[in-house]
């Protein structure tokens, strides 16, 4: 039994359906919006929008108990506040730990459609980057 099935065993089919149907978005968007902080102009809207899609994670893997998710998702909404007070443009360290985070995600996103066991978490990922220029 995997992940999916351990959702649908504990929670409404109604509420885990919603879940997976949003999460599925978040996870599609996050890699247009991760190479998009490059861009200055487009700087303010896209981290805003990436910490709301961090912290949707973070509520909802709260909710159904998906103790990874919530700590790899409250790992990079902490990270993405600090950016959101930050000059842009991010470096492109930050960039490239963002885009092994969203792999990370899509991952799971894909643990989730087969039920699999939810994939461990790389180590490499917990280390944030130097978010200085």
């Known amino acids: 039994m995997g992940i999916r099935s351990d959702l649908e065993t504990s929670f409404d089919f109604e509420i885990v359906d919603e879940f997976l149907d949003h999460y599925s978005m978040m996870v599609e968007s996050m890699e247009v919006?991760?190479?998009?902080?490059?861009?200055?102009?487009?700087?303010?809207?896209?981290?805003?929008?990436?910490?709301?899609?961090f912290h949707n994670i973070k509520s909802a893997s709260g909710y159904l108990k998906i103790t990874s998710m919530l700590k790899l998702a409250s790992l990079v909404e902490d990270t993405l506040e600090t950016l959101r007070h930050s000059e842009p443009p991010v470096?492109?360290?930050?960039?490239?730990?963002?885009?092994?985070?969203?792999?990370?995600?899509?991952?799971?996103?894909?643990?989730?459609?087969l039920d699999n066991e939810l994939s461990k978490v790389q180590y490499a990922l917990l280390k944030i980057p130097d978010l200085e220029r």
């Open 91 to 113: 470096t492109s360290e930050t960039v490239d730990w963002l885009l092994s985070i969203s792999d990370m995600f899509a991952k799971w996103q894909d643990d989730l459609k």
């Open 33 to 53: 919006m991760i190479v998009d902080l490059s861009n200055e102009r487009m700087y303010k809207r896209t981290v805003d929008e990436l910490f709301r899609v």
